[in-house]
């Protein structure tokens, strides 16, 4: 569920709650019948919006929900591998994000101290590598972002920034000096992006991921073999200064994909995941 679907039921939530507003000037009764709706509305919203990660494996996992995205492939249960049974040996494959920490690139960092990452970067790799026994896949999917879109927003961002500035200078609280410090830093970050971009840097996001895939005599052979294998990832790539978490839900069905078919444009990507800027 993306932010869209979000303001159109809460638009509706809105909606319902003006009818049956209305309607109970009609009755004392109706007033409950109108908060019932509006509350329920507001509980579907907040349930669909973690239905993709929490609520919607917990119900498969309850019921035994399984779904096939492809021939031959399952969606186990806990809508966190995909499972293919070949002449009796079964094969699960995971995946777990690999995203940057936000952000490394931000400017927070003096300069010596980005230089000595990147350095170190390609040893760390290696290191990383040669401690995994089994094979695994590193997915990058990137796209070029627009690049006035993305300089008008960085902009209107500065712009609150520095309202938000001038108001805490007229403040005359003990506690301004530190405001005004962190309320400058935010304003460098942001300048010293529309500065990148104004030399020629172009924006782009990105999506990263790590793939790996268990063998077993059995289904939950192979699941428990995946399962140690996506925890002996998470432990060798920490070093990386990477959010390392295991895919579950729906992301789970679009990685899936992502084997036959990339993304044709930026939404697409934007639509199925929190895309790094």
């Known amino acids: 569920m993306d932010e869209t679907d979000i303001v159109y039921l809460a638009l509706s939530m809105v909606a319902i709650f003006i009818v049956l507003a209305s309607i109970s000037a009609f009755g004392k009764g109706w007033s409950y019948v109108a908060l019932f709706f509006t509350l329920m509305t507001l509980g579907l919203i907040l349930a669909l919006n973690w239905a993709d990660f929490v609520i919607f494996p917990l119900v498969a996992r309850i019921i035994g929900i399984t779904f096939q995205p492809a021939k031959d492939y399952t969606i186990v249960k806990g809508q966190d591998a995909v499972v293919k049974n070949v002449g009796g040996l079964f094969y699960a494959t995971g995946f777990i994000t690999g995203n940057l920490f936000s952000y490394s690139f931000k400017e927070e960092e003096v300069e010596s101290d980005v230089e000595e990452k990147m350095t170190l970067a390609p040893e760390n790799w290696e290191r990383a590598i040669m401690s995994i026994s089994f094979p695994f896949k590193f997915h990058v999917l990137s796209v070029g972002r627009d690049v006035q879109k993305i300089r008008d927003e960085l902009e209107?961002?500065?712009?609150?920034?520095?309202?938000?500035?001038?108001?805490?200078?007229?403040?005359?609280?003990?506690?301004?000096?530190t405001a005004v410090t962190d309320i400058r830093r935010k304003i460098g970050i942001i300048q010293a992006r529309i500065d990148r971009i104004s030399a020629g840097e172009k924006p782009i996001s990105s999506v990263m991921y790590f793939e790996t895939t268990a063998v077993g005599v059995s289904e939950k052979a192979a699941l428990d073999?995946?399962?140690?294998?996506?925890?002996?990832?998470?432990?060798?790539?920490?070093?990386?200064?990477?959010?390392?978490?295991?895919?579950?839900?729906?992301?789970?069905?679009?990685?899936?994909?992502?084997?036959?078919?990339?993304?044709?444009n930026y939404n697409d990507i934007a639509t199925e995941f929190s895309v790094e800027g």
Not at 225 to 230: E, G, K, V, Y
Not at 233 to 252: D, F, K, P, T, Y
């Open 225 to 264: 073999t995946l399962s140690l294998q996506i925890k002996q990832l998470q432990v060798a790539m920490s070093s990386l200064n990477l959010q390392l978490s295991r895919i579950a839900g729906r992301e789970l069905y679009s990685l899936f994909k992502f084997n036959f078919a990339v993304p044709l």
């Open 156 to 177: 209107g961002r500065r712009s609150y920034q520095e309202f938000q500035l001038s108001r805490t200078l007229q403040n005359e609280k003990a506690s301004v000096e």
